[in-house]
């Protein structure tokens, strides 16, 4: 679990900078950072997306990952979790499309998704090899001071989904390491970068409203999909 705390204290030290500095920065500048950072976002999950062997495993798991993130309503957890944290900081909160609540949803989906959190999380779960974490903390780093001299301290609080999601996987690193292949981890990292695309488009660049948070169940269905497909094709 090292490699996880190592994260989860890059995040908070970067959001403290990015907030520290971030009120001396004008409105337009900070429009324009964060239309850039989701640019940028949307990049990575095209990179990302262009791992798949197999579009139709990423397709299969976006389709029955939205079903089930609407019936688990997963958003609306999100959401409500990030609306009640910001109500216990300051006694209000802006609602779900405010800016804490921007920064935890969009922070929390950014720094869970992809494949360094993934076999990182492994690594440092089985071996103590806290390596991998360690890039993706400096990533992550720069990234919080960012989003939060955009988006403020909301994105200090995504160090909560961060340390349960990679802390869980570090628990059970023996079991996933077992399961997961290469072909599972590839799908899993292309269906991550459609989730990224989402992020950018939605809360970043704010083109068009999209619950990428219920989309979530995806990450776990993708590599389902491939293990499932391999037995049935012995």
Not at 19 to 31: E, T, V, Y
Not at 104 to 124: K, N
């Amino acid at each position: 679990m090292t490699g996880t705390f190592i994260n989860v204290i890059a995040i908070l030290i970067g959001s403290g900078i990015g907030m520290l500095f971030g009120p001396r920065l004008s409105g337009q500048l900070k429009s324009t950072v964060l239309s850039g950072m989701g640019i940028f976002t949307a990049a990575v999950g095209m990179q990302m997306f262009l791992k798949t062997e197999n579009m139709l495993v990423v397709l299969g798991a976006l389709i029955l990952g939205a079903v089930l993130g609407e019936w688990w309503k997963i958003e609306d957890w999100l959401q409500n979790l990030g609306i009640w944290i910001e109500k216990r900081l300051s006694g209000r909160s802006e609602g779900g499309s405010g800016r804490f609540v921007r920064g935890f949803l969009a922070a929390s989906v950014l720094y869970c998704t992809g494949p360094m959190a993934v076999l990182g999380s492994i690594s440092d779960g089985l071996s103590g090899d806290y390596l991998t974490l360690s890039i993706k903390s400096v990533l992550d780093g720069f990234l919080s001071i960012a989003f939060s001299s955009a988006l403020g301290i909301g994105v200090a609080f995504s160090a909560l989904p961060v340390f349960a999601y990679q802390g869980t996987i570090s628990l059970l690193a023996a079991q996933l390491n077992a399961v997961v292949s290469t072909a599972m981890m590839n799908e899993m990292t292309a269906t991550g970068g459609i989730l990224l695309i989402g992020i950018g488009i939605s809360s970043m660049l704010e083109l068009k409203k999209i619950r990428v948070g219920n989309f979530l169940p995806a990450l776990a269905l993708a590599p389902a999909i491939v293990h499932v497909l391999a037995l049935v094709t012995k």
